[in-house]
């Protein structure tokens, strides 16, 4: 028992006191207790010093008057959730589009070939131009600058052109997500499968985009995050979503505490997103490690 | 012609009146400045089974995707059965069905099972119904001890036996040709006999095989001709006992020489 009174692994003569209920494991969950509760505690207490710095900074009372109202917070909350589901059905509709033009402009960036080059640098123009642009300005451009043209049949649908801008902007992102990940296949995959007699197409559709997809789930969800909160930019060309029905209570109330409530509704939302693309994430990572495949 | 058919034709090369099943004629490639084969003639009669040797860079594993049209030949003939696979218009992916080849890291596809491995290639290149491409794999991989591996993903197989499946998977195209690219290369040695031991009954049934290799025992034993490559020409060739017993270049004694020394002989 030579490592009784140490902590960390133990050695091979430990293996009996190791054992759940044996004197060393239980040595062991004690001080995962241990820490557990000092991590507890030193986050109370950064929080307690926190809050009370706060409130007792000299303008507090009329932050807590103008942002803290509680009877509004309640009264403003249904407006503001239902204004949310316009948010839910832009991020829904842009987020298929997205991962559909993503994997089109993608899988063109990714064909070799001099006859494709002219296809290749337009999607490379593409995906060039919409990430250097500002997203705010792609929904400013495209929907007072579009509609504005009066052309016949050209819908007028702020909605619509928020729809247009959210997908050109994101997917512009996304395929190079995609794109990492087809390039992350190493080249004997696809060698494989072409000497098997399938054609270029089938070798990408059944061999390498499912394992790149795979790869690529994480950082795609990442996107996705920055989607779902992005979709308050629409409120700029006059979509009425969360952002914009929190200005509205605002003016009519002169405070600012609905925009409390629409963080609340963001923090619900976005948060266990955020959670899952970390648990995916740290997923692969132990898979890797064990050897699995890549 | 199936395998079962292939069974019960005598693995007689070279049979009269037959095409050659390979002819390469003066075939060059290079990667860049490197010229990597430089003028490559060989024939190969059905039933035949040729093994490449030479030190590594010798142009051995170039020379076997030349022939599968993974890599663009930059001069010379490639003829499958008299037909002209190096042709501009000719339809690779027509071609490769024809023409089998194993892998020196397996390639086995990871996200598929060892049945969804085998089975990939004859229902989507040869539009087989499910049921028959499955039947057909299990077949196969039953008659190389693989029947009970049929769900496992390749990750979870020991390297001998994720070179049988990729074998397995080269077999249900039924591909009149098999290219085998140092096939135990990156086995480790007790796992190198099992997967040797498969080709040894391929090369029974009459398999034409063109296989790169380190293994000379292996080659000596099954190789109906031995070609000695180096600097991307083909300088010697002969029966195994020609060019193990009694190799008339220098190049070719020296390499040996090497192997034996090496203990790999």
């Known amino acids: ?294 | 012609m199936s395998l079962e058919e292939r069974d019960l034709a005598p693995p007689e090369a070279g049979s009269p009146g037959g095409r050659p099943a390979i002819v390469i004629q003066q075939l060059r490639k290079s990667f860049g400045a490197n010229e990597v084969l430089r003028g490559i003639d060989l024939t190969l009669e059905e039933h035949e089974v040729v093994c490449l040797i030479g030190a590594s860079g010798s142009g051995k594993s170039t020379l076997l995707r030349c022939v599968n049209l993974l890599e663009e030949i930059d001069a010379g003939r490639i003829l499958v059965e008299g037909e002209d696979i190096t042709a501009p218009k000719v339809d690779v992916n027509r071609i490769r069905r024809r023409i089998g080849i194993v892998f020196q890291a397996f390639n086995l596809f990871p996200h598929m099972s060892v049945l969804d491995n085998v089975t990939l290639a004859p229902r989507k290149v040869l539009k087989m119904p499910s049921e028959q491409a499955d039947a057909e794999a299990t077949e196969l991989l039953r008659r190389f001890g693989l029947a009970d591996k049929r769900t496992e993903f390749p990750e979870r197989l020991s390297g001998g036996q994720q070179q049988r499946v990729a074998i397995v998977r080269a077999l249900a195209m039924q591909p009149d040709l098999l290219l085998l690219d140092e096939i135990t290369s990156a086995l480790d040695p007790e796992l190198v006999a099992e997967v040797l031991n498969v080709i040894r009954e391929l090369a029974r049934a009459g398999m034409t095989m063109l296989i790169a290799t380190h293994e000379m025992g292996f080659a000596r034993d099954i190789a109906s001709r031995v070609c000695f490559l180096d600097a991307g020409v083909i300088l010697e060739q002969g029966t195994p006992d020609q060019i193990f017993n009694h190799p008339s270049e220098p190049r070719t004694q020296q390499f040996l020489q090497r192997i034996i020394e090496a203990g790999r002989l």
């Open chain 1, 1 to 294: 028992m030579s490592g009784f009174g140490g902590i960390g692994p133990p050695d091979q003569g430990d293996l009996v006191s190791y054992s759940p209920g044996g004197p060393l494991y239980a040595r062991q969950q004690q001080s995962a207790v241990r820490s557990t509760f000092v991590a507890l505690a030193s986050t109370f207490v950064f929080f307690t010093i926190l809050a009370w710095v706060v409130v007792h900074a000299p303008g507090w009372p009329q932050v807590q008057k103008s942002f803290f109202d509680g009877s509004l917070f309640v009264s403003s909350l249904p407006d503001i959730a239902a204004a949310f589901l316009v948010n839910v059905q832009l991020f829904l509709i842009s987020e298929a589009l997205i991962l559909v033009l993503a994997l089109v402009v993608a899988i063109l960036r990714s064909v070799p070939g001099p006859v494709l080059y002219p296809v290749r640098l337009l999607a490379t123009i593409y995906v060039d131009v919409f990430r250097a642009i500002p997203g705010v300005l792609v929904i400013y451009i495209l929907g007072f600058g579009i509609p504005g043209l009066g052309l016949a049949g050209v819908p007028n649908d702020p909605f619509f052109y928020a729809v247009v801008a959210l997908t050109l902007v994101y997917s512009a992102y996304v395929s190079e997500v995609y794109r990492a990940g087809i390039e992350s296949v190493h080249p004997s995959q696809e060698a494989a499968a072409r000497s098997l007699g399938l054609s270029r197409f089938q070798a990408m559709r059944f061999v390498i985009l499912p394992q790149a997809i795979r790869r690529v789930v994480p950082p795609l969800l990442n996107d996705f995050i920055g989607l779902q909160k992005d979709t308050v930019l629409v409120s700029y060309i006059g979509v009425v979503e969360i952002f914009r029905q929190s200005q509205i209570t605002e003016a009519a109330n002169f405070n600012f505490t609905p925009y409390m409530a629409t963080a609340l509704v963001f923090l619900v939302f976005t948060i266990p997103l955020a959670r899952l693309t970390d648990y995916l994430v740290s997923r692969d990572r132990a898979s890797q490690a064990a050897g699995g495949f890549r």
